[in-house]
């Protein structure tokens, strides 16, 4: 189970939606309303994966979350092939529609395996 998710939605009622779905795979999970709200709670606070909302950021500043550690997992109304292809391009675990609580949780968990595989083998 991951330990902490931040969800950066366009749509509050999105954002309390994606949060129920979350908490099956994290033990925390918080909303914030903005980028440098998310990005001043990632600075206090080991927070490993973001999901945030492609209206709300660009691929420059997901690269840039990148850089403090944090995983992403991207989401839109409509994403497309190309939309998905320069989120991965930025560093983003996946790009999913935003109400696809499945594959959002799927990508979470992924990347939770992936980082216990990783520790495990540097042991």
């Keep these: 189970m991951q ?4 969800i950066l939605q366009n749509n509050a009622a999105r954002a ?13 999970v918080f909303i914030v309303q903005s980028l440098p709200e ?3 709670l990632v600075r206090q606070f080991p927070i490993p994966v973001g999901v945030v909302d ?3 950021v660009t691929f420059e500043e997901i690269m840039s979350l ?3 550690g944090m995983e992403i997992v991207c989401t839109h109304r409509t994403p497309d092939d190309v939309m998905w292809t320069d989120a991965l391009d930025a560093g983003a675990l996946d790009c999913c529609f935003d109400d696809d ?8 968990l ?4 992936a980082a216990r595989t990783a520790s495990a083998s540097s042991s």
């Design 16 to 28: 309390e939606s994606l949060v129920s779905k979350v908490k099956s795979v994290s033990e925390a």
């Design 110 to 113: 992924q990347n939770s395996v």
């Design 3 to 6: 330990s902490a998710v931040v």
């Design 38 to 40: 998310l990005q001043t």
């Design 54 to 56: 492609l209206g709300l």
């Design 66 to 68: 990148r850089h403090l």
């Design 101 to 108: 609580g499945p594959a959002i949780c799927r990508a979470i």
